[in-house]
């Protein structure tokens, strides 16, 4: 199990949001996706100024589309530095979830 999985989004407006997720295999589910103390699935969440934007140790994983899962060498991963941000290189191409 892996826990403490965060992410950023940056560049993002003030405003509140609702979460969408897309592009899951048949065999995973979300359990819930969490803002501060919100269920962002059920409650949304709200963006305002001054708020932390960044996260050291983010996983970021890149899957390829579905016929090209059996490849290994296709996906990618990487964690976010101090400043949220990644590097993913030598990506093949084609479509990716």
């Known amino acids: 199990m892996i826990r403490d999985n965060i992410f950023t989004m940056k560049g993002i407006g003030e405003g509140t949001y609702h979460a969408e997720v897309n ?9 819930d996706v969490r803002y501060d103390e919100s269920s962002v699935l059920k409650e949304g969440f709200t963006v305002t100024r001054g708020e932390p934007s960044t996260q050291p140790g983010v996983p970021v994983v890149l899957i390829p589309e579905l016929s090209r ?6 996906y990618k991963s990487q ?3 101090q400043y949220g941000h990644f590097d993913l290189r030598g ?7």
């Open 79 to 81: 964690s976010t530095d």
């Open 91 to 97: 990506i093949a191409p084609g479509d990716y979830v």
């Open 23 to 31: 592009g899951m295999s048949k065999d995973c589910y979300i359990k």
């Open 69 to 74: 899962r059996e490849n290994y060498q296709l």
